[in-house]
């Protein structure tokens, strides 16, 4: 009998509320402009209450424990030593981890269904937060080994080549004993036309294959070359970037090219084989047998633009991801007081996770004789299923119109499906054992800490921008003092020394009864504001 569904692994707290601020239009504005002084005064019979501006909630913080001991202490040792944020640390740490195990071992899901471990990572990280520098060190496993393929790679190439023209001399050799000797080819009868084709049929089952291609990590690759890629290297891949915009903003994701780029990912992500068909001869062909895992950084203005693309939403392409967003730690990276020679190379835990990964990306792949993936099935059973049965009912029942997920709704129909993919992945680095229920129970906590994710990022590109911005401004009004003049605006942030923009924000916060125009140059055109009393919280 399956469990309660009060010990339910899976808790969705929302993020606290976030201040819906509307669009400036939509309000009237509660202070007028003296057209005589050029200054700001309250309407009279208007409630002058400041109204609200939008505010960006503080992001969930990244469950660094559920990874692990083997994984989660590598995330945290790895976070330390690049100064970057925890969540993208862990989300280097799993993405790299599917990688590495999703060629080996499928989850089954009860009698639900069999899905791969392929995850799709993504992560939202500003200039500056040091993605390459964390994805260099998390991925070097991965770069190592391709260093040792490519070592040996001319050896084999050079074998390849001789067994080829050893192939075609005997190709050469079985025609010229049918043709005979003479200047005429002697006639053959129809025995020997048999036999014949017999020999040359033989000879081509046995035609040599190149070596694979030495590389398994990809970073902006259209469909067709990740076809070629699959194709012609090993039947598992890495689709990984720490500049995820060139991917995006690359000829794969160009419109002509855009659909089957994300038609070929889904199938991937869903462990389908994938197919190209072309006009010439030779150039069509179904791939079965083939994984693909993905982490890609982008930055949150290339994010926005992603997140809200028609295309890759409506088909479902978006909803396969797993996406972390974390606290910038850009200003409080110091070097004072840390140790100048300490390395993650020397880090017990670091090494220990790079020794596990290393370890199982050089692991024989479990490949049929056409070179298609068979990979052994962990399957989610007794108490572990129970579990997870739990979790994706609490998800389901939160899918309804008014329910918690309603508005991610395409993300979380995906999310038990990616707990179970997790839960795998954990048990395989960690025991190569099936998932038991604490696996699903860490699994769930990380798709937790996902859905919040979207969540947030969900209600923040709702709201408008401008207010967001405004909201800084006004901030940092009040730490200098709570006033500003035109002749100061050289000082206030990078993003806002423009008076164009310094003067629209500004104009904002006047309108919503944060500010008060106090001085006026010529044309009445504002020249000083003062944040008004009662306008702390914005």
Known sequence: ????????????????????????????????????????????????????????????????????????NAAKALAYYVQAPLGMAGQSVLAVTSLAVQGHVNVKKGNVGTSPTTLYCLTIAASGERKSTLDGRTVKPI?????????????????????????????????????????????????????????????????????????????????????????????????????????????????????????????????????????????????????????????????????????????GFLARFLVCSDYSL???????????????????????????????????????????????????????????????????????????LAEVQAFAAKAADNAARIAAILAYIETRAEPTPEHINRAAELMQYYLLTMIQRTQEAAQNTAEHEARELADWMRQNGGELHADNFNKLPAAYRKARKARALLALLVDYGHALVTATGPNNKPRAWKLREGSDNV
Not at 359 to 386: H, W, Y
Request: hydrophobic share 40%; aromatic share 6%; net charge negative.
């Open 1 to 72: 009998m399956a469990a309660s569904r009060t010990c339910s692994p899976f808790r969705l707290q929302r993020p606290a509320p976030v201040a819906k601020g509307a669009a400036m239009t939509q309000y009237l504005p509660i202070t007028a402009t003296d057209p005589r002084s050029g200054l700001s005064a309250p309407l009279p019979g208007i409630d002058t209450k400041p109204l609200p501006l939008a505010e960006k909630s503080a992001p969930p913080p990244y469950p660094v424990e559920a990874l692990g001991e083997l994984l989660g």
């Open 143 to 315: 770069h190592d080994y391709q260093a040792d393929r490519r070592a040996e790679h001319e050896t084999l190439m050079a074998e390849y080549r001789a067994d080829l023209e050893a192939h075609e001399l005997r190709y050469k050799s079985i025609i010229a004993s049918y043709k005979g000797s003479g200047k005429k080819p002697k006639p053959l009868s129809y025995d020997d036309q048999q036999a014949l084709a017999a020999e040359l049929a033989e000879l081509e089952n046995n035609r040599p294959t190149p070596p694979p291609r030495p590389h398994i990590l990809m970073e902006e690759p259209t469909a067709e070359g990740i076809y070629k890629h699959l194709q012609e290297g090993l039947p598992i891949a890495g689709l990984f970037s720490d500049e995820g915009g060139a991917f995006f903003s690359g000829h794969g994701m160009a419109d002509e090219a855009k659909g089957r780029s994300i038609t070929m990912l889904s199938q991937l992500w869903d462990g389908k084989p994938i197919t190209r068909t072309r006009a010439g001869a030779g150039e069509s062909g179904v791939l079965a047998g083939r994984r693909l895992a993905a982490h890609l950084m982008i930055q949150p203005v290339i994010a926005d633009k992603v997140l809200a693309d028609p295309l890759m939403l409506g088909q």
């Open 330 to 404: 850009i200003g409080s990276r110091f070097l004072s007081n840390r140790p100048s020679d300490e390395s993650a190379t020397r880090d017990p835990a670091v090494n220990r996770f790079w020794d596990a990964l290393g370890e199982l990306i050089r692991q024989p792949l479990p490949m049929n004789d056409a070179g298609e993936l068979e990979p052994e099935t962990l399957e989610i059973t007794g108490a572990a299923f129970d579990a997870w049965v739990m979790v994706h009912d609490a998800i389901e029942e939160q899918l309804s119109p008014a329910g918690e």
